[in-house]
Nanobody
Framework: VQLQASGGGLVQAGGSLSLSCAAS????????MGWYRQAPGLERELLAR???????NYVDSVKGRFTISRDNAENTVYLQMNNLKPEDTAVYYC???????????WGQGTLVTVSS
């Protein structure tokens, strides 16, 4: 499985960015897809996940600001980020969890920088 993320960049506080991540390879419709981020000096944290049925969950810090969605036909997961804050600055990683084999796959990471 390969994951290719895109969409990071520089934005001012209060602005919006959209990330996308296309998966290829041996993918199952049961796989869970998600977004994580890692800020300098901090551990990687889960932001949001979505299963094949569209059920989602979010970490409290992004609820109401970030929206995860998924196109199963295109094997692509998206993250719409609104009202961005400087503390959202991090490298963002997409993730695919193969729930049949309990294996995690990661994209290459895309940098999001929010200026104050």
């Amino acid at each position: 499985v390969q994951l290719q993320a895109s969409g990071g960049g520089l934005v001012q506080a209060g602005g919006s960015l959209s990330l996308s991540c296309a998966a290829s390879g041996r993918i199952s419709s049961s796989d869970v897809m998600g977004w994580y981020r890692q800020a300098p000096g901090l551990e990687r944290e889960l932001l949001a996940r979505i299963d094949s049925g569209g059920s989602t969950n979010y970490v409290d810090s992004v609820k109401g600001r970030f929206t995860i969605s998924r196109d199963n036909a295109e094997n692509t997961v998206y993250l719409q980020m609104n009202n961005l804050k400087p503390e959202d600055t991090a490298v963002y990683y997409c993730n695919l969890l193969d729930v049949r084999n309990w294996v995690n796959y990661w994209g290459q990471g895309t940098l999001v920088t929010v200026s104050s």
